[in-house]
């Protein structure tokens, strides 16, 4: 069970710091994350190369891995990042974007898991579903599953790595250690809009700079995420003006949007 | 000639079915032709790594191939996720970005042509010009001939390639073995948005995924995007708005609205 | 000090020519920075590819270097890209995006602004403090200094290189020669956009393709950025919003918008 007043508080810290977010993410929706991170207050950096991945890493308060549009290249700048932030014990979020779509992306992963395992992973119910079992197939990149049928995969996964899984769809499951957040808020123009799952990564590591609960800041992002998009959703004509309407909510945020429109259990 | 009727069933079974869309195609223009691709119904996915481009076409229901961006590691990634759709004889469309501009692009055509003849090619005047003649000089990326002028070129390159070919512009020409179907719908806004017709080529994908009559599919698709591009614009301020409204208009679009703006011959 | 008629007038040059503007820039923005370029006038196009990067700044008016989300491939095809343009004498606009947050940005900046140096280097206030003085450190991509407080620097920088510097921020400084033009338009939202700045560059290069006056050319598309963000921000409702309507207002721009809206010093 999560409060708004809690929700608001990351949300004010956010705005004040503002963190530094480095993202090592895929192509297509780095102006999208990087624009929601701006419109929630933090600032984003996005770096890949494995000649700077550590000195970005060193100067931020979260990093943000996304394995969407991998390649070999890409990979290592992630493995000197991850390192770097353990060292520094700075959040990393990780985003198995299509894991079990393809064997390179489900192993790619598992070995980025293993090797550095992350703080908090956030994922569709195919993709978390994946990384617990090989019988599930995810197809490309959208969820084929609800996330209710997978709330099961996100707590064997959560006690695999350690970490907290934030297992989003139309009803959001934050799980860690027995403990279970659930978060009701969202629309469903959402997954009409490509990346919306990728930018709550992203909002997941700029909650994780200023909050060192990580299933609260898991749970306060994706909180945060449904609620802009209900208000966005508002006032919408479609999924193309969905975009600049849910990055319009997120900057003009209030508290009293957060009490009045928060459904979590 | 085409009929709104089968203009709409095939909108109706990108719904239903939705076609799974592999794409590799370029930088500027991926976050646009993944929203037009959900807002037309399909699942679109964005995978170039040669580790798995072929286990994502084998997932797909169509293959779109964009040049633009192009350099040595992304052509192999497309030469085995088109090696593996003719295998599995799913359709392939094939976008000539910028061919004639540069020798690498338009020799990167005539290899991937030749290597991996594709289903469709759908480009702009110039681009379709410079497959046909190396007299054809293309500047950038943006047209600077007539669509009216290219129609001849489109009919030779079907030909050589034995494809459908797509060539947009005020007039769309949809040429093969003889057959020619024109779409007069569109507007003057719609060349001063980036990547439309890269939108237009992966809009190509999900109707070649549904109708297994390439010449009627790639005519299809020119006519839903000609369609919402009137309907956006007709409320929309600029290029700007322009986007976000031609996504809404995709997304929104009903048969009716197909009945009475389809402008075909 | 610049007078409306002349930003105006190049404004209608951009219009009437259309010049070619060639981009090496980063994943980020290069969306933006197309449709910003199309909005003003002129044509884009992205080519980073060492095997077409020097034949597609052979067919440019302008060449924009920006080393975004750099790595050694992209470095390979700036190289050789400025060597054509300096080699053509088409002007070279560049964007040290991040210099100062790490070493591998900074040293990339000064390894290829000594060996092609460029015609403008447009950056904000911590870019361009950290290529004059390895004291100055960049937090990620966002300026964490006043332009006032770069000024200086600015000038240094111009001696440095003998080029043109457009300092970005709450006032803009264009240098170069003892001369200082002063631009005071803009908005505060406006760095709540991502690659906005990079947006500035780009149209930089629209502007010096059409005037080869640098230090006039930096200034007018300064103005124009400054002008059209005042515009769209007057009836915007946030940075979502604000995107599209500042591409409505780039495109909407009339010589009145310019004559009444302009404060340069």
Redo the contacts between chains.
């Keep these: 069970m999560i409060k708004a007043e809690s929700v608001w508080n990351d949300v004010v810290k956010i705005r004040e710091t503002p963190p530094?977010v480095?993202n090592i993410t895929?192509?297509?929706?780095?102006?999208?994350t990087?624009?929601a991170l701006?419109?929630i207050g933090a600032?984003?950096?996005?770096?890949?190369?494995e000649?700077?991945a550590a000195?970005?890493a060193s100067?931020?308060g979260a990093l943000v891995i996304n394995i969407?549009?991998?390649?070999?290249?890409w990979i290592r700048g992630m493995e000197i990042a991850m390192d770097k932030a353990r060292e520094r014990r700075i959040p990393i979020v990780f985003d198995p974007v299509?894991a079990g779509?393809?064997?390179?992306?489900s192993q790619t992963c598992r070995d980025l898991l293993s090797a550095y395992p992350p703080d908090i992973i956030r994922g569709n119910a195919s993709e978390i579903g994946a990384l617990v079992s090989d019988a599930v197939m995810t197809?490309?990149?959208?969820s084929t599953l609800s996330s209710d049928s997978a709330a099961d995969s996100a707590r064997r996964l959560s006690g695999l790595y350690g970490c907290v899984v934030s297992l989003s769809g139309s009803t959001d499951y934050i799980v860690k250690d027995g403990n279970q957040i659930l978060i009701f808020n969202g629309h469903p123009l959402m997954?009409?809009?490509?990346?919306l799952g990728c930018t709550a990564t992203a909002l997941t590591g700029a909650f994780a700079a200023v909050n060192a609960d990580y299933t609260a800041a898991a749970a306060h992002a994706m909180a945060v995420m449904g609620i802009a998009g209900e208000i966005a959703a508002s006032t919408t004509?479609?999924?193309?003006?969905f975009?600049?309407?849910?990055?319009?909510?997120?900057?003009?945020l209030r508290e009293q949007d957060v009490r009045e429109l928060l459904k979590a259990g």
Tied chains: 1, 2, 3.
């Design positions: 530094l480095h895929n192509f297509v929706v780095m102006n999208n990087a624009n701006l419109a600032s984003p950096v996005m770096a890949h190369a000649e700077e000195d970005m100067l931020a969407g549009t991998l390649n070999p290249q299509g779509a393809t064997p390179y992306r197809r490309g990149v959208d997954p009409k809009v490509t990346g004509k479609g999924p193309g003006s975009q600049s309407d849910f990055l319009d909510a997120l900057y003009n």
